[in-house]
């Protein structure tokens, strides 16, 4: 009786330690990256990210200087023909005028509208608010420089002529404004005491 209980015993000890083992080898995949796995492998699908085309930045035209007039006058070819520009919100001492003497510190504008002008391609920027020409049948326009300056700015910011409002307010006004202020403040061009002191009306001496 005693070896049957013990048998019995042994019997169901050895079926536990079975099922034990059957449990333990068992290895249940997660319920998502199997799904993800199969419908990629039926579809074909990969798993990295489409690549989406960047838009196209198209270059501005840029416009050969033909000539420059005077600091704030200059030609440039646009569609094969030459255009005399007058910049926007810029007034340099006159140089060319035949009806007045060559003003203080225009000689200084125009050398530098050339040294900065000459054989460059320039980039245009029309402003709605002032028309297309003015009374001379100038076209309007800003002027920037390869390296992206405003060259209209430049010239005020330096020193070498005053911002300009002809009749209504234009687009880089406030820039102007403040760029002669500064100017103005740290005596630069024709604002210094040595050469205009901001009175380019009188004649270069």
């Not at 911002?163 to 880089?172: A, G, H, I, Q, V």
Request: charged content about 25%; hydrophobic content about 35%.
């Amino acid at each position: 009786m005693k070896k049957a209980l013990l048998f019995g015993i042994g019997i169901l000890l050895m079926l536990a330690i079975a099922v034990l083992e059957s449990q333990s080898t068992k290895i249940v995949p997660p319920s998502s990256s199997p799904q993800l796995a199969n419908v990629s492998a039926a579809t074909g699908a990969t798993t990295t990210a489409p690549i989406v085309a960047a838009p196209v930045q198209t270059a501005e035209p840029s416009h050969p200087v033909v000539k420059v007039v005077d600091g704030d006058t200059l030609d440039v070819l646009v569609d094969g023909k030459t255009t005399r520009l007058r910049l926007i919100g810029l007034d340099t001492p006159e140089t060319v005028d035949p009806r007045k003497p060559v003003q203080c510190f225009g000689k200084a504008a125009s050398d530098k509208a050339k040294e900065l002008l000459t054989g460059k391609n320039v980039r245009l920027e029309t402003d709605a608010s002032q028309g297309t020409f003015d009374k001379y049948g100038r076209t309007l326009a800003y002027v920037f420089l390869p390296s992206g300056t405003n060259f209209n700015e430049y010239m005020i910011a330096e020193g070498y002529g005053h911002e300009y409002t002809y009749d209504l307010p234009y687009k880089y006004q406030e820039e102007f404004k403040a760029a002669e202020s500064r100017a103005q403040e740290e005596k630069r061009g024709l604002w210094a005491d040595d050469t205009c002191a901001g009175d380019t009306k009188k004649a270069a001496s």
